[in-house]
Nanobody, 111 residues
Framework: QVQLVESGGGLVQAGGSLRLSCAAS????????MGWYRQAPGKAREWVAA???????HYADSVKGRFTVSRDNAKNTIYLQMNVLKPEDTAVYYC?????WGQGTQVTVSS
């Protein structure tokens, strides 16, 4: 059974950095694009970033220039490097591919 497991969330002060990881089991990883979403309390889930199977990346305007998505096919893992974090980045972050979702990891940015 294919699973996605996120990690790397935590509490950080504004201006700080975190790196999230999403490890995928199964054989889908290298052939699929993958994405990161986030959901803040009381708000709808929103798209954050995506990376194609070929490594092309795309970002929401709210994170462009601060976040970087990457993938390591050998480790079946994608990453979300988050720099210059803001309180409004506080949310549960999820990775997704092929209709599958991980359990999410909490990111809290204090002002």
């Amino acid at each position: 059974q294919v699973q996605l497991v996120e990690s790397g969330g935590g509490l950080v002060q504004a201006g700080g950095s975190l790196r999230l990881s999403c490890a995928a089991s199964g054989s889908i990883f290298s052939i699929n694009g993958m994405g990161w979403y986030r959901q803040a309390p009381g708000k709808a889930r929103e798209w954050v970033a995506a990376i194609t199977s070929g490594g092309a990346t795309h970002y929401a305007d709210s994170v462009k220039g601060r976040f970087t998505v990457s993938r390591d096919n050998a480790k079946n893992t994608i990453y979300l490097q988050m720099n210059v974090l803001k309180p409004e980045d506080t949310a549960v972050y999820y990775c997704t591919t092929g209709g599958l979702w991980g359990q999410g990891t909490q990111v809290t940015v204090s002002s």
